[in-house]
């Protein structure tokens, strides 16, 4: 199944399902163009940008209330806490202290930026 996104000023506000058939070309390659052109036959025109289920492409599987950066051609989820910062490699944002490797469960405290056990 292929996944297109539609965008509207930046942010997805919904992703849908087009079967893989109706945007592979008669040389049997995917096109996202077809995926595009058949959104707009199914839905209404829009910005539909495809988005990729495994994050082969534009980094990320995009969410409703991501944002489409079209400079990084990306998929990027909000901001979860003001410490984080977003890593220009993968487009997801990185904690300022990493997750403990110790197999116990932590959440996020924004307030001491550090995890905190959850018992």
């Not at 995009?62 to 487009?91: H, M």
Request: with cysteine; glycine share 6%.
């Amino acid at each position: 199944m292929a996944h297109f996104t539609k965008v509207e000023d930046g942010i997805v506000t919904g992703v849908f399902v087009i079967a893989n058939d109706e945007i592979v070309d008669e040389n049997g390659v995917e096109q996202e163009s077809l995926g595009i052109a058949r959104c707009n036959e199914l839905m209404g025109e829009a910005n539909w940008i495809q988005t990729s289920y495994n994050n082969n492409f534009r980094k990320n599987y995009a969410g409703k209330g991501y944002v489409y950066d079209k400079t990084r051609d990306a998929f990027i989820a909000l901001q979860p806490y003001l410490s984080w910062s977003l890593n220009e490699d993968t487009c997801q944002w990185d904690a300022p202290v990493a997750y403990p490797d110790d197999g116990k469960m932590y959440r996020w405290d924004e307030d001491t930026v550090s995890w905190v056990e959850i018992n």
